[in-house]
């Protein structure tokens, strides 16, 4: 799937080339200038030197920051390192067999085909949460602790939600302090609502935004379901972070989510925010482009 910055560097492109054709075309027209010794003169010439320069070199900024937005582009699909938070729910309630064999035996098993699609060289941490969050496994490059604590999870009564999220964003900021700060995501599942965190849910996610931090989530369950999940608070979450939410109703979708944001998130972490920073300096310097070139436009006799 191609990247929405990616998509939006081509569409600055296009505008900016087709607003600095279109407008230098039209100063090119020839004037008569008046007088005995009349001769054709460039609308572009009766304007000042710097307003002939101001909209190349702010058209010239927005090409060098589209350039290096294009080269974090090219770099981010060679990236495989980076962390990644498993937040899961072990309420009660992942015990309901509607998603065979249960719910949570459906997160185990997606669980296990995201770590497979994830590259080797992202560090994975595992959060579980119900009454209390609880960090299971500390971001780690050996997936076997992680597989291990996840075939042995259990469920309890409760879900917090925010206090699940705000674990795993400890944990994280506690690895990069050791390891160096990276691409980072979180992708949290939960198949119910929250019954009341330390933390709430929508204060977890403005952290994790300002950490720059995705949160991708899954409602897991049966719309409808009296122990269905808060789909509205897991989008929101999901939109305030810059993530994605799914829903899931049976085992294979489950797995399937999984396993596609496995093999998807090296790319999507690595382009990060330094492409994004890039893309929004040449959209800064290419509007200022085309507004010098709006103004300068005006100011001639068409």
């Known amino acids: 799937m191609t990247n929405p910055l990616i998509l ?27 007088g005995r010794r009349a001769r ?30 294009f080269t974090q582009f090219g770099l981010s699909r060679q990236v495989t390192h980076g962390t990644v938070m498993l937040v899961i729910d072990t309420s009660d309630s992942m015990d309901q067999t ?13 669980a296990d085909a ?32 992680v597989t291990s604590a996840l075939s042995a999870l259990t469920t309890a009564q409760g879900t917090v939600i925010g206090d699940g999220l ?29 019954t009341g965190s330390t933390i709430s849910p929508s204060s977890a996610a403005t952290r ?19 122990t269905g999940a808060d789909t509205g608070l897991l989008r929101q979450i999901a939109a305030d972070t810059g993530g994605k939410t799914f829903t899931a109703q049976t085992a294979s979708q489950l797995t399937s989510v999984y396993s596609s944001l496995g093999s998807t998130l090296s790319v999507d972490l690595a382009v990060g925010h330094s492409a994004g920073l890039f893309v929004g300096l040449a959209a800064l310097f290419g509007l200022a482009a085309l507004i010098a070139l709006m103004v300068s436009s005006r100011r001639q006799k068409f």
Request: cysteine-free.
């Open 98 to 110: 509607d998603v065979v064999p249960t719910r949570l035996g459906a997160a185990i098993s997606a």
């Open 8 to 34: 939006t560097a081509i569409v600055i492109s296009l505008v900016l080339a087709g607003a600095y054709l279109f407008v230098n075309a039209r100063e090119r027209k020839p004037v008569q200038a008046k």
């Open 166 to 194: 705000t674990t795993a964003l400890d944990a994280m900021e506690a690895d990069w302090r050791t390891n160096g700060k990276g691409p980072a995501a979180v992708l949290l599942l939960s198949d119910g609502l929250d």
């Open 208 to 226: 994790a935004s300002s950490l720059g931090v995705p949160v991708f989530t899954v409602a897991l369950g049966l719309e409808g379901s009296s």
């Open 40 to 69: 054709a003169v460039y609308r572009s010439q009766r304007r000042p030197l710097f307003e002939r320069a101001a909209p190349l070199v702010l058209l010239a900024a927005a090409v060098v920051f589209l350039v290096i937005a």
């Open 114 to 145: 995201f770590l497979k699609a994830l590259p080797a060289d992202f560090r994975v941490g595992l959060v579980t949460f119900s009454g209390a969050a609880d960090l299971t496994v500390a971001p780690t490059l050996e997936r076997g602790r």
